[in-house]
């Protein structure tokens, strides 16, 4: 199995920025997505984006696009979400996970999860 471990989230003024971090270990990601969802209170848990951890190809849910950007360093076996211009409807608790790439669709169907950051975005 893959563990992961978020940090990073916090609180910050809209219009600011945050860098979020998620650690993994426990096997090789060269064939794997890794993604960032959220969860607001009282909402259902959303997709922000996903890269392939081979190659690099990023995706984004609407919301984010142009705001976000996700990245990951190979050699640390780190995942990054970049986030600019926040909103307070960022707000959130923030979830790293991962999945194989032939497990379909890459903001679907991921099995490994971490315990997640806040993210507040005050006013």
């Known amino acids: 199995q893959v563990q992961l471990v978020e940090s990073g989230g916090g609180l910050v003024q809209a219009g600011g920025s945050l860098r979020l971090s998620c650690a993994a270990s426990?096997?090789?990601?060269?064939?794997?997505?890794m993604g960032w969802f959220r969860q607001a209170p009282g909402k259902v848990r959303e997709f922000v984006a996903a890269i392939r951890w081979s190659g690099g190809i990023s995706y984004y849910a609407e919301s984010v696009k142009g705001r976000f950007t996700i990245s990951r360093d190979n050699a640390k076996n780190t995942v990054y979400l970049q986030m600019n211009s926040l909103k307070p409807e960022d707000t959130a608790v923030y979830y790293c996970?991962?999945?194989?790439?032939?497990?379909?669709?890459?903001?679907?169907?991921?099995?490994?999860w971490g315990q997640g950051t806040q993210v507040t975005v005050s006013s």
């Open positions: 426990g096997r090789t990601f060269s064939s794997y997505f």
């Open positions: 996970a991962a999945k194989p790439v032939y497990s379909s669709s890459y903001s679907r169907n991921y099995n490994n």
